[in-house]
């Protein structure tokens, strides 16, 4: 078996690399727009944004949030060798930025009526990462 394979044949996980200061800065309080402005390729930062427009019951804020933060994290997993499927887990912290994207864009695709979307989204979060889905719900 190659290092590129896991034991079902497929690709091996994704794990992106930590990014502590948007983690920090946001557990400190530090404002999510305010991360964001400052680690704009953080999908944490952006994902906080989402759950925030989201609570507030501005679903469409909060699906270009949660878009944004969801391209991002595409972005960073591409330049980490993920080729378009195969495991993100969860269980590795800095992947969690990118699937609570995931889980939020689908949330706020369900609430603003876009079905495929939704869908699509949420299988996609099944297929990365099965814990993630189980405990984003």
């Known amino acids: 078996?190659?290092?590129?394979?896991?034991?079902?044949?497929?690709?091996?996980?994704t794990h992106l690399p930590d990014d502590p200061e948007p983690r920090e800065l946001l557990a400190k309080g530090v404002a999510p727009a305010e991360v964001a402005a400052r680690h704009p390729a953080s999908s944490l930062a952006w994902v906080q944004l989402a759950d925030d427009a989201f609570r507030r019951g501005a679903a469409v804020e909060s699906y270009a949030?949660?878009?944004?933060?969801?391209?991002?994290?595409?972005?960073?997993?591409r330049?980490?060798?993920w080729k378009g499927h195969g495991p993100i887990p969860w269980e590795h912290e800095p992947?969690?930025?990118f699937l609570r994207a995931l889980h939020a864009l689908a949330?706020?695709?369900?609430?603003?009526?876009?079905?495929?979307?939704?869908?699509?989204?949420?299988?996609?979060?099944?297929d990365s990462s099965p814990t993630a889905a189980q405990t984003l719900g």
Request: some cysteine.
């Open 1 to 13: 078996m190659s290092l590129h394979e896991n034991l079902l044949g497929g690709p091996p996980p």
């Open 65 to 77: 949030y949660a878009r944004t933060g969801y391209h991002r994290g595409l972005d960073l997993l």
């Open 79 to 81: 330049r980490n060798g």
């Open 95 to 97: 992947n969690r930025g």
């Open 107 to 126: 949330r706020a695709a369900q609430a603003i009526g876009e079905r495929e979307e939704y869908e699509r989204c949420t299988q996609f979060l099944k």
